[in-house]
């Protein structure tokens, strides 16, 4: 019988092909699990959603790069969390119980700690950065104010009393408070007034660089930013969309400004970078969402500008706009 010569060449093709097929699905799987578990760059696989924060904490793990605290969900917004997030990696180092439901807030009381309102109890959690530990601090009626002091935090409650709590060790003491005081369910607030009116500005610095930059909240819409008397530059952008705030970070060598580019454009914001000598424009990205785009706190970390823009926490490289790593969606 003759060698089925077509037989064979046929089922070296199939081989072939079957062992490509394998090398390419093994290189996708090897791809695809580090992300789904939370590995390296890109969108991490964690179901957490930011709420609240970005805070700026120590750097904990001695690379260089200060960690990061922020509220998260996993769905329900109603029941929030604390957690800590390597600032390089955005990996979360831990996570606490979640809040009873109602009202919750994040006070950045300092590089080591981070203060929760857990809903409408007569306490508040005061949490370790380092490795999660709570202490549970009672108030006599529910928080709705706080402000922070040197190494304490005061918490003003409903009965129009308040009351301070030290930091180092985390106890009930006297405490004056050095900063306004605030609503414990909203982000931290950028502004501050200016001398210009219906405009709000926000100052930055980084070494000997100072930044300020201001927004119109009402008539036309405009963003100035200047580097004290070397540069002044217009934006031709308006506050980000429904928060009515611009903000500034400072890095070294420029500054990093989020806005929102167009007013009829609800679900973008706008990232960009300014030369600390010239003003020019370095660089600049847009965010899109399929919702409206909140800017609600950014930091620089020592290494990248981390911001929570809607429902995502971004870590923006300020050298050239790319995002390291990002929390949610």
Same mark, same amino acid.
Request: glycine fraction near 14%; proline fraction near 7%; charged fraction near 20%.
């Given at each position: 019988?003759?060698?089925?010569?077509?037989?064979?060449?046929?089922?070296?093709?199939?081989?072939?092909?079957?062992?490509?097929?394998?090398?390419?699905?093994?290189?996708?799987?090897?791809?695809? #699990?580090?992300?789904?578990?939370?590995?390296?760059?890109?969108?991490?696989?964690?179901?957490?959603?930011?709420?609240?924060?970005?805070?700026?904490?120590?750097?904990?793990?001695?690379?260089?790069?200060?960690?990061?605290?922020?509220?998260?969900?996993?769905?329900?917004?109603?029941?929030?969390?604390?957690?800590?997030?390597?600032?390089?990696?955005?990996?979360?180092?831990?996570?606490?119980?979640?809040?009873?439901?109602?009202?919750?807030?994040?006070?950045?009381?300092?590089?080591?700690?981070?203060?929760?309102?857990?809903?409408?109890?007569?306490?508040?959690?005061?949490?370790?950065?380092?490795?999660?530990?709570?202490?549970?601090?009672?108030?006599?009626?529910?928080?709705?104010?706080?402000?922070?002091?040197?190494?304490?935090?005061?918490?003003?409650?409903?009965?129009?009393?308040?009351?301070?709590?030290?930091? $180092?060790?985390?106890?009930?003491?006297?405490?004056?408070?050095?900063?306004?005081?605030?609503?414990?369910?909203?982000?931290? $607030?950028?502004?501050?007034?200016?001398?210009?009116?219906?405009?709000?500005?926000?100052?930055?610095?980084?070494?000997?660089? +100072?930044?300020?930059?201001?927004?119109?909240? +009402?008539?036309?819409?405009?963003?100035?930013? $200047?580097?004290?008397?070397?540069?002044?530059?217009?934006?031709?952008?308006?506050? *980000?969309?429904?928060?009515?705030?611009?903000?500034?970070?400072?890095?070294?060598?420029? *500054?990093?400004?989020?806005?929102?580019?167009?007013?009829?454009?609800?679900?973008?914001?706008?990232?960009? +970078?300014?030369?600390?000598?010239?003003?020019?424009?370095?660089?600049? +990205?847009?965010?899109?969402?399929?919702? $409206?785009?909140?800017?609600?706190?950014?930091?620089?970390?020592?290494?990248?500008? #981390?911001?929570?823009?809607?429902?995502?926490?971004?870590?923006?490289?300020?050298?050239?706009?790319?995002?390291?790593?990002?929390?949610?969606?």
């Amino acid at each position: 019988m003759a060698p089925a010569h077509g037989s064979n060449r046929n089922l070296s093709v199939v081989m072939v092909v079957a062992t490509v097929g394998v090398t390419l699905c093994g290189g996708l799987f090897a791809v695809l #699990v580090p992300l789904l578990a939370g590995g390296g760059g890109g969108v991490l696989g964690s179901r957490a959603r930011p709420a609240h924060g970005p805070c700026r904490l120590a750097d904990l793990d001695g690379d260089g790069v200060d960690e990061i605290g922020a509220l998260v969900h996993h769905g329900d917004y109603e029941h929030q969390r604390a957690a800590v997030y390597d600032g390089a990696t955005g990996q979360e180092r831990w996570s606490g119980e979640p809040g009873s439901g109602g009202e919750t807030g994040l006070l950045c009381a300092g590089p080591s700690h981070l203060v929760m309102k857990p809903g409408p109890e007569f306490r508040v959690r005061v949490y370790e950065a380092a490795d999660g530990a709570v202490h549970e601090l009672p108030v006599p009626d529910q928080a709705i104010h706080w402000a922070r002091g040197d190494g304490c935090f005061v918490v003003h409650t409903s009965d129009g009393s308040g009351r301070g709590f030290g930091l $180092s060790p985390v106890a009930g003491s006297p405490c004056e408070a050095t900063e306004p005081r605030r609503p414990v369910w909203r982000h931290p $607030s950028y502004a501050e007034p200016s001398a210009f009116d219906d405009y709000t500005s926000v100052t930055t610095s980084f070494g000997d660089d +100072r930044y300020r930059l201001w927004f119109r909240e +009402r008539g036309t819409e405009l963003v100035r930013v $200047s580097h004290g008397a070397d540069w002044t530059r217009e934006l031709s952008a308006v506050g *980000v969309p429904h928060s009515e705030r611009a903000a500034p970070v400072a890095v070294p060598g420029g *500054v990093v400004v989020f806005t929102g580019p167009f007013p009829e454009v609800d679900a973008t914001a706008l990232v960009l +970078r300014l030369d600390a000598r010239t003003g020019e424009t370095q660089w600049e +990205r847009r965010i899109e969402h399929d919702i $409206s785009v909140n800017l609600n706190g950014a930091v620089y970390n020592g290494r990248y500008v #981390v911001a929570l823009l809607g429902t995502a926490l971004y870590a923006f490289d300020p050298a050239n706009g790319e995002i390291a790593w990002q929390l949610g969606r």
